[in-house]
């Protein structure tokens, strides 16, 4: 199913796009913050406008959410699931 393949395109790259599918014009990474168990427990996400957030600044923007979620994770005893 289409939304398997995009949990596991997610899962794979480590952050999600919401793009426009909440608000009209805007775009957001996220990334999970873990516990100990590997279970998310929270997030880190950055948002902004489609004109700012463009696909081309996704490949820059996600990995960095991606990091810095995984620090948090770090930081804090967990452990990424999977």
Do not use: K, Q, Y
Not at 7 to 35: K, Q, T, Y
Not at 71 to 77: A, C, D, L, Q, S
């Amino acid at each position: 199913s289409a939304l398997a393949h995009d949990l596991a395109r997610i899962n794979l790259r480590g952050w999600s796009v919401d793009d426009e599918e909440r608000h009209p014009g805007m775009r957001c990474v996220a990334a999970a913050i873990f516990n100990e168990f590997g279970e998310p427990i929270g997030g880190v996400s950055v948002s902004g406008p489609t004109v700012r957030v463009t696909p081309e600044r996704l490949a820059e923007i996600g990995p960095l959410v991606r990091d810095a979620a995984a620090e948090v994770t770090r930081m804090i005893g967990g452990v990424r699931a999977g």
